[in-house]
């Protein structure tokens, strides 16, 4: 595996990646509060099959953040700058949390840039009382009050595997720049329903998987995108919350593998979508 900066078009300045495998692409892109370095299961399992690139998001891994009140449109443009800058047409899409939102609404605003997406732990449709609670984290975030023990506390069990991934992500939660977690929170706590309605629009293999126990990116969350695609399917993993890829990797690894492995919408039908 090599680490890549991408020199990006203005105003997104460098972007970090992390590269392993030939072929066919896949992208990844982390969570709010997470870097690259999350997927390096997906990318130890799925290198041997397809060249795997596992992308910073700005205010992420040492890159610059988007500006405050940046929304996720801005986060799509962004990966635009990134396919653009590695050079790529169209790549297969996989994204974990945050990252799945921005994985979704690339595929249904540029569908003849996605072979196949896959969402990770995504949200969808918060009810009112979820997202009351989530843009109040956004706001004490914005004021500078990180809270890690929250998140921490949702997203692992005690299991000592459990346990063992949450070390991981609490040291990349604190070690995150403020401002682009601040900036990233905000749009993620305002992008749920942004693209909620152009799943049907999505003719590329489309899998919406999540842990059987995440109280926030549910898996009726994930049924319900599945079933709007015209070619979904769900998966929630039991007794797994919200950090899947780091707590049950091989289970993950086998339902990417077997997403991989399904025919890409034809070139003519994902331009139709566009």
Same mark, same amino acid.
């Given at each position: 595996m090599t680490s890549t900066t991408l020199q990006l078009s203005e105003p997104y300045g460098p972007a970090a990646c992390r590269v392993d495998g030939t072929g066919e692409v896949l992208l990844l892109i982390h969570g709010v509060g997470m870097q690259s370095a999350?997927?390096?299961?997906?990318?130890a399992a799925l290198s041997g099959r397809c060249r795997v690139i596992a992308a910073d998001m700005p205010g992420h891994g040492g890159r610059a953040p988007? $500006?405050?009140?940046?929304? &996720? $449109?801005?986060?799509?443009?962004?990966?635009?700058?990134?396919?653009?800058?590695?050079? &790529?047409?169209?790549?297969?899409?996989?994204?974990?949390?945050?990252?799945?939102?921005?994985?979704?609404?690339?595929a249904m605003t540029r569908p003849e840039r996605v072979l196949r997406v896959a969402?990770? %732990?995504?949200?969808?449709?918060?009810? $009112?009382?979820?997202?009351?609670?989530?843009?109040?984290?956004?706001?004490?975030?914005?004021?500078?009050?990180?809270?890690?023990?929250?998140?921490?506390?949702? /997203?692992?069990?005690?299991?000592?595997?459990?346990?063992?991934?949450?070390?991981?992500?609490?040291? /990349?939660?604190? %070690?995150?720049? +403020?401002?682009?977690?601040?900036?990233?929170?905000?749009?993620?706590?305002?992008?749920?329903?942004?693209?909620?309605?152009?799943? +049907?629009?999505?003719?590329? $293999?489309m899998l919406a998987l999540t842990g059987g126990d995440d109280p926030n990116s549910t898996p009726a969350m994930a049924a319900e995108m599945a079933q709007a695609a015209r070619n979904g399917q769900a998966v929630a993993i039991a007794g797994h919350r919200h950090m899947v890829n780091l707590t049950a990797p091989d289970v993950v690894n086998a339902h990417l593998q077997e997403w991989l492995a399904r025919p890409a919408a034809d070139p003519a039908e994902r331009k139709e979508t566009a």
């Open positions: 999350a997927w390096a299961p997906q990318i988007l $500006p405050a009140g940046a929304k &996720l $449109p801005d986060y799509l443009d962004w990966l635009d700058a990134v396919l653009d800058a590695l050079g &790529l047409d169209a790549v297969n899409l996989a994204g974990h949390s945050m990252g799945a939102m921005i994985a979704g609404g690339y969402l990770l %732990n995504a949200v969808h449709r918060r009810s $009112p009382e979820a997202r009351a609670a989530v843009e109040a984290r956004a706001a004490v975030i914005r004021d500078g009050r990180m809270d890690l023990e929250t998140p921490l506390s949702r /997203w692992f069990g005690r299991s000592a595997a459990e346990q063992a991934a949450q070390a991981q992500v609490a040291g /990349w939660l604190a %070690n995150v720049d +403020p401002d682009g977690y601040a900036a990233a929170y905000g749009a993620f706590a305002r992008g749920d329903a942004t693209y909620a309605d152009g799943w +049907p629009q999505v003719a590329c $293999p």
